[in-house]
Nanobody
Framework: QAQLVESGGGSVQAGESLRLSCASN????????MIWLRQAPGQDREGVAV???????RYTDSVKGRFTISKDNAKNTLYLQMDNLKTEDSAMYYC??????????????????WGQGTQVTVSS
């Protein structure tokens, strides 16, 4: 069983950067797929970036070239570096993880473990 705790959200101006962290009490090297998702008010939850156990990452088109997902297995922590933030990036950001094998893509939703979320607000 994994417990996930996000941190690092905040309020920034457009063009600035934030780094989100997701601390796990389980070994991240053993989690098959980890993901960052976001949900803005009135919108569906959207997968932003995923990383599999081998470190292969994938991104939704709107963040490619601006966001970087990574993990530090020594610290059991998942990260999301967000650069050149835009107002449309404003949302609650969640990390999630699963031990279950399967395709690790941003559209995947069968994650057993979820964090509580951290708010990101980008103003113009």
């Amino acid at each position: 069983q994994a417990q996930l705790v996000e941190s690092g959200g905040g309020s920034v101006q457009a063009g600035e950067s934030l780094r989100l962290s997701c601390a796990s009490n389980a070994a991240t090297y053993s989690l098959y797929c980890m993901i960052w998702l976001r949900q803005a008010p009135g919108q569906d939850r959207e997968g932003v970036a995923v990383i599999d156990r081998d470190g292969v990452s994938r991104y939704t088109d709107s963040v490619k070239g601006r966001f970087t997902i990574s993990k530090d297995n020594a610290k059991n922590t998942l990260y999301l570096q967000m650069d050149n933030l835009k107002t449309e990036d404003s949302a609650m950001y969640y990390c999630a993880a699963t031990y279950r094998r399967g395709a690790c893509y941003v559209d995947r939703r069968d994650f057993a473990y979820w964090g509580q979320g951290t708010q990101v607000t980008v103003s113009s």
